[in-house]
């Protein structure tokens, strides 16, 4: 197991930022890779961003790229995403995944956190 436990999210208007951030309990955080994902209302979970064990690799979804950056930091066991220009449509619960392998991770995370809600007003 993996617990992930996500924070940061929040109101924002457009155009605004915020940073989420997802610790993971554990002394194995750094061999796994990590992602993002969000669910809007009436929608199904979609995948934002991945990163692998150390951080040479990323992954964006097309909507995302340009606008948010997913980090890490192993020694503090945690991943964030940085969001910028944000847009209302970016609004969902955002979720905070695992999987040992990052070429997997947007199809089918191990592990996920309970989410924390992004809210984005026009």
């Known amino acids: 197991q993996v617990p992930l436990v996500e924070s940061g999210g929040g109101l924002v208007q457009a155009g605004g930022s915020l940073r989420l951030s997802c610790a993971a309990s554990?002394?194995?955080?750094?061999?796994?890779?990590m992602g993002w994902f969000r669910q809007a209302p009436g929608k199904e979970r979609e995948f934002v961003a991945a990163?692998?064990?150390?951080?040479?690799?990323?992954y964006y979804a097309d909507s995302v790229r340009g606008r948010f950056t997913i980090t890490r930091d192993n020694a503090k066991n945690t991943v964030y995403l940085q969001m910028i220009s944000l847009k209302p449509e970016d609004t969902a619960v955002y979720f905070c995944?695992?999987?040992?392998?990052?070429?997997?991770?947007?199809?089918?995370?191990?592990?996920w956190g309970q989410g924390t809600q992004v809210t984005v007003s026009s």
């Open positions: 995944a695992a999987h040992g392998n990052l070429d997997v991770i947007m199809h089918g995370p191990d592990y």
């Open positions: 990163i692998g064990w150390t951080s040479g690799r990323t």
């Open positions: 554990g002394r194995t955080f750094n061999r796994y890779a």
